[in-house]
């Protein structure tokens, strides 16, 4: 596992956290950056695994 996938979950599942506090304190905004974060953090696991698998093929 390289640090961008270990920083990609990380940051992942602190978008969801985030998102959920907004949901449930009906703020709109912490909700959407919480998304954005959350998706932020899935892109970034997304590359660390594409180049984890470039390494193991080579």
Do not use: S, T
Not at 21 to 40: S, T, V, Y
């Amino acid at each position: 596992m390289n640090k961008n996938q270990v920083k990609g979950r990380v940051e992942e599942a602190a978008g969801k956290v985030k998102e959920v506090a907004g949901r449930i304190l009906d703020d709109a905004p912490m909700e959407i950056d919480g998304n954005i974060q959350k998706n932020l953090g899935k892109a970034r696991a997304g590359f660390g695994d594409l180049k984890e698998d470039i390494k193991k093929n080579r």
